[in-house]
């Protein structure tokens, strides 16, 4: 595929339109499966979340991203969050969570420090689309998000590319589980910004 270098009216009016009318696509099919995640699987996952003494967050590709993203919203929480694979992330032992998202469940390298995780008697959390995925198998709390594997290009669940839904709605609820959390917290949005890095 070639960018179309066109810039004129008759292109403009039809960028337009198409803009129109895939928002309306992403923003319905989000809301369909926004709507369809288990307040119950979520709950458990914050139980998760709230008893463990560190937080570590994996995921690979984009969904590893919006749990880069999630991590940092725990931290301004003033929880302990460190992300695997970076330099400074420590060992993992018991009394800590690994929480991990992959689509299908199956991410080699996410499944591995699922495993390892798990081995060495840390607890371990999962967003997947798959409840018999591996990485659910070893996960103590699982949410599903009921969306297309990246992998499922015929998928009538969503008309979008390779695992973008499950990243928008992976993102949606770590966002929802962090209002509630903060609801809990009762803290004034400044005290929370205290925590936010200042060497940027």
């Not at 919203?73 to 993992?92: C, S, W």
Request: hydrophobic share 50%; no cysteine; glycine share 8%.
């Amino acid at each position: 595929m070639s960018v179309n270098a066109e810039t004129g009216p008759a292109a403009l009016a039809k960028t337009s339109s198409a803009f129109r009318r895939n928002r309306g696509l992403v923003k319905d099919e989000l809301t369909d499966v926004f709507q369809r995640v288990d307040p119950a699987q979520v709950a458990a996952l914050v139980t998760e979340l709230r008893l463990a003494d560190r937080i570590f967050v994996t995921g690979a590709g984009r969904s590893g991203l919006v749990l880069k993203m999630a991590a940092m919203r725990l931290m301004h929480l003033g929880l302990t969050v460190h992300v695997v694979g970076e330099t400074t992330a420590p060992a993992i032992r018991a009394g800590d969570l690994l929480l991990a998202a992959s689509g299908s469940g199956t991410t080699a390298g996410v499944v591995k420090a699922a495993e390892t995780a798990a081995g060495l008697d840390a607890r371990v959390a999962a967003y997947t689309t798959n409840a018999g995925s591996p990485l659910a198998a070893v996960a103590a709390a699982v949410v599903l998000i009921p969306a297309a594997q990246k992998t499922d290009h015929g998928s009538a669940v969503s008309r979008q590319y390779s695992g973008s839904l499950f990243e928008q709605v992976l993102f949606a609820t770590t966002e929802a589980v962090f209002q509630s959390l903060w609801d809990e917290d009762a803290a004034a949005a400044e005290d929370l910004w205290q925590r936010h890095a200042n060497l940027e």
